[in-house]
């Protein structure tokens, strides 16, 4: 029969095991009338209810023992083999020899461990040990957008769209048959590159809308280019960004970029930054040739190259469309909610983590 387990108080000058679940003191039981020593000071609920004799050959005890048994319910006898001392004052092995027995003819299993004393209702004793903590990221991988995430939308829209638009015409006459240049051109509709004139006043339309068309950003890339080699564009980078880098690899976790940029001109912005070349702090990056930002699948194409699980990349962006698709992919994701950004209704902010104006507390997640 599987006895049920139940925790008993054994009292300092007392031979008697005193049911936890009753007063400290004098109480009435099955066989009478018992006593509690003054040092045992216990309370907890066992599983069976009557009074208990007392463990064969234990004596006089010297010290509180807190001691767990297996009993009958049915007859409210006391498994006595079955008994062990969790913790005590003494140091003596004496209480060993009479509670670690095994009752091999009843066929009772052995005592469960504690994680934990019982709490008392006097002064706690408790063992002494030594604890450690350890710190736990809850993502192994960090995913970054640009624009309104590590750089200024201003940025992107009163400097690179601009220079872009003024050094095209000048590009496409010195670049037009140029075998460098035919990858760049190729990439648009052929009823849109008829002349120099014609692909310009699309390249414009494009721009102005902000189109997240794959060729149109490689050909901003590609200008911009020119720009950053010459000083001309000094790519402004906030504050809290190098150093969350940092704080993380220090921590073994890397971080990556996701931007509708493309990859060079990704390499390029962060090459040449007002925080310096950090190119050398980012493990990875990703554009639309992995897909468009606000389709799920972009998102699962990514972790399965960054080669972790989708719940242990943390994306961060201030595109809510964004976040939707990563979190339908499984992806973690928090709103960037930076100066210039898009306002963002307390509705929609109550749904995700938010973090204003940088990023340092994703260290404490």
Avoid at 21 to 37: F, M, N, Q
Avoid at 44 to 61: C, D, N, T, W, Y
Avoid at 329 to 337: D, E, H, K, M, P
Wanted: glycine share 8%.
């Amino acid at each position: 029969m599987h006895h049920p387990l139940q925790r008993w108080c054994l009292g300092g000058g007392y031979s008697k095991v005193i049911p936890t679940s009753l007063p400290i003191g004098r109480g009435e039981g099955k066989d009478g009338d018992y006593s509690a020593g003054g040092d045992c000071l216990m309370s907890a609920e066992p599983r069976s209810l009557g009074f208990l004799q007392g463990i064969k050959g234990v004596g006089r005890a010297a010290a509180v023992c807190f001691i767990e048994c297996r009993s009958d319910p049915a007859s409210d006898s006391l498994a006595t083999e079955a008994c062990r001392c969790l913790f005590s004052t003494a140091s003596s092995s004496s209480f060993d020899s009479s509670y670690q027995q095994t009752a091999a003819s009843k066929n009772v299993r052995p005592p469960r461990p504690l994680h934990k004393p019982p709490p008392l209702l006097s002064k706690p004793i408790r063992p002494t040990t030594t604890r450690t903590r350890s710190f736990t990221m809850p993502f192994k991988a960090l995913l970054l957008d640009i624009e309104g995430t590590t750089t200024p939308i201003s940025f992107v829209r009163d400097t690179l769209f601009p220079y872009s638009l003024s050094a095209l015409p000048a590009i496409l006459h010195h670049e037009w048959s140029s075998p460098a240049f035919t990858p760049y051109l190729s990439a648009f509709p052929a009823s849109k590159r008829e002349s120099p004139e014609t692909l310009v006043e699309y390249v414009t339309e494009l721009t102005a809308r902000a189109a997240k068309d794959p060729a149109l950003k490689n050909l901003q890339g590609y200008i911009w280019s020119r720009g950053y080699l010459t000083g001309e564009i000094l790519a402004p980078v906030y504050d809290d960004i190098p150093r969350i880098m940092s704080a993380l690899a220090a921590r073994g976790i890397k971080t990556y970029i996701y931007s509708s940029g493309s990859i060079p001109a990704q390499k390029l912005l962060f090459g040449h930054s007002t925080q310096g070349d950090m190119t050398s702090q980012i493990s990875g990056w990703f554009d639309l040739s992995s897909g468009l930002k606000i389709a799920s699948e972009s998102y699962t194409k990514i972790v399965a190259e960054i080669g972790v699980e989708a719940g242990d990349v943390l994306f961060l962006s201030d595109i809510v469309k964004e976040l939707e698709a990563a979190q339908r992919a499984g992806v973690q994701v928090g709103l960037s909610v930076r100066e210039g950004n898009e306002e963002v209704t307390e509705e929609v902010k109550k749904k995700y983590r938010v973090l204003e104006n940088g990023f340092d507390p994703i260290l404490e997640w």
